[in-house]
């Protein structure tokens, strides 16, 4: 059984930052691309940033220079490090199994941003 669980969401302030994590379970991790998708009420839910089984990393242009995805492999979970949080950026963050085809969904983790 694939289980993909966020954690780390919470409420800061403009130019916070937080660390969100993804534990992944029921995959060969290693061999997987991961990602970071978000979805902001009344909007579609977008690629943030992810991170190849190489380690090769892409990133949306409005987080670039602001977030760093990661990954352990020995740990079977993947980061977002987020820095200089703004308030476009709250959401729901959703970790995926895939990058540009997703075969996995977390169920979702709460980052809201208040200036």
């Known amino acids: 059984q694939v289980q993909l669980v966020e954690s780390g969401g919470g409420s800061v302030q403009a130019g916070g930052s937080l660390r969100l994590s993804c534990a992944a379970s029921g995959i060969f991790f290693s061999i997987s691309d991961m990602a970071w998708y978000r979805q902001a009420p009344g909007k579609q839910r977008e690629l943030v940033a992810g991170i190849f089984k190489s380690g090769s990393t892409n990133y949306a242009d409005s987080v670039k220079g602001r977030f760093t995805i990661s990954r352990d492999n020995a740990k079977n979970t993947v980061y977002l490090q987020m820095n200089s949080l703004q308030p476009e950026d709250t959401g729901v963050y959703y970790c995926?199994?895939?990058?540009?085809?997703?075969?996995?969904w977390g169920q979702g983790t709460q980052v809201t941003v208040s200036s």
């Open positions: 995926s199994q895939g990058i540009f085809r997703v075969g996995h």
